[in-house]
């Protein structure tokens, strides 16, 4: 029988992998994930998209689009996280997250917990493929699995560069990424390969850059957005989406504000910055130009952003913005920072520059940079078409089957349909 910290986290509908799970080989699934095949005897290969936790994000807006899109293909699919967060992102398709954690785990006690929870989720689960994302995540996962479930076989996956992970982590994610079940390791950039260039030969022959991209129902939903703004009038706004973080480098953005009087700026985002940012705008006199929207659901975000006339990002580093790329297919000029990532996202196929370039921390000329393009409408539209183009280039279906051949690869290129257990 499970102990009590095992049947709490069952009763709560998020580690249901005690006694009951040997009973239901089902039992914590998705009910979309249960066929009739493994009633008689057979299963589909089964996914998890694995991440640290549910907060809203990037990583977390792509693997639940990735876990749709498998589904959709016939595959049979779980979106798990390693803990919950009081804010998550909501894991569409009629799903629930699976968790192993109710909430982020302090002491010892708790993450060992956490981790025993993985391993009863792997082992009766018996994932044929996990595709992890977030430092913690990509370590616990493949570790675990060694001992729970030694048949499956991870995918780890990098949304940063490496050298902005907790140093301990990113230690750890050079010894795991070495072992015979961690099959591949997705970056999804060519700078964010490049980062891994320090860790082990037998880790750095598992690379594969995989760029992102947005689900076929968010590319619809800009380009309706993207007709309306056709002739509407520029209002001199700014745009910027993200969690509210040192990483994306806010304080430069509202410090270009003071050498723009006539210029607003609308964030979206939710984050622990917020009260120091709202504080540094009233110390530089900008508060009224500075609209904080908190965090937002994808339909009315994408509503706020394609209002925005520039959509800036001053990050200190990234992995492969989706705010960029919802941006660039609404057809907003983009001004980012001058880091390696940010200068990658900005550029074409062809290699060409899509969108102007500023130093990270150059709060004069990101306003001179924003000034020039909202006072020349020739320049306007010259850099709105070129981020058209990048845009463009953003395929999903291009991302979902680079997931797909690392997976096929790794199952031995087995198909997705019903096979013996």
């Not at 909430?103 to 956490?114: N, V």
């Not at 010894?175 to 700078?191: D, I, K």
């Not at 968010?218 to 002739?231: I, K, P």
């Not at 006072?375 to 845009?391: M, N």
């Amino acid at each position: 029988m499970a102990g009590p910290t095992e049947m709490t986290a069952a009763r709560d509908g998020r580690a249901l992998f005690g006694a009951a799970a040997e009973a239901t080989p089902a039992a914590g699934r998705t009910t979309s994930a249960i066929g009739a095949g493994e009633r008689a005897g057979y299963r589909q290969p089964r996914l998890a998209f694995l991440l640290t936790h549910t907060a809203p994000g990037g990583a977390q807006e792509l693997w639940r689009d990735l876990a749709a899109a498998f589904a959709k293909r016939g595959w049979a699919v779980d979106l798990c996280a390693l803990y919950r967060t009081p804010e998550q992102t909501d894991p569409g398709d009629g799903r629930d997250w699976v968790c192993f954690a109710p909430d982020r785990p302090a002491s010892f006690g708790d993450k060992l917990a956490m981790a025993r929870s993985l391993g009863r989720y792997l082992r009766h689960a018996r994932p044929d493929a996990v595709v992890s994302a977030l430092p913690l995540a990509n370590v616990l996962g493949p570790l675990v699995g060694r001992f729970a479930s030694p048949a499956t076989r991870f995918i780890t996956s990098h949304h940063t560069p490496v050298q902005t992970h907790n140093r301990a982590l990113d230690a750890l994610d050079g010894v795991v990424g070495t072992q015979p079940n961690v099959a591949a390791v997705v970056g999804v950039s060519r700078a964010v390969c490049d980062s891994l260039a320090g860790k082990p030969w037998r880790y750095r022959a598992k690379r594969a850059t995989i760029l992102n991209a947005l689900p076929p129902e968010v590319e619809e939903r800009l380009e309706m957005l993207r007709a309306a703004r056709q002739g509407r009038p520029r209002a001199r706004r700014l745009v910027a989406t993200g969690r509210l973080a040192a990483q994306k480098n806010y304080g430069v953005l509202i410090r270009a504000l003071a050498h723009m009087p006539d210029v607003e700026l609308a964030i979206v985002g939710s984050g622990p910055d917020r009260e120091q940012l709202e504080a540094l705008a009233a110390e530089r006199g900008v508060a009224s130009q500075v609209a904080f929207m908190g965090q937002r659901g994808r339909r009315e975000a994408l509503d706020i952003l394609a209002a925005g006339d520039v959509f800036v990002q001053p990050s200190l580093f990234e992995g492969h913005s989706l705010g960029l790329i919802e941006a660039a297919k609404l057809g907003l000029p983009l001004v980012v920072s001058d880091v390696p990532v940010q200068v990658e996202g900005v550029t074409g196929p062809e290699g060409e520059r899509c969108g102007i370039v500023v130093g990270a921390h150059d709060d004069e000329g990101l306003a001179r940079e924003v000034r020039a393009l909202l006072d020349d409408p020739k320049a306007y539209e010259a850099w709105a078409s070129r981020a058209s183009l990048l845009g463009a280039a953003a395929r999903f279906e291009t991302m979902v089957e680079g997931y797909e051949t690392l997976v096929r690869a790794a199952l031995g290129a087995r198909s997705p349909q019903h096979s013996k257990t």
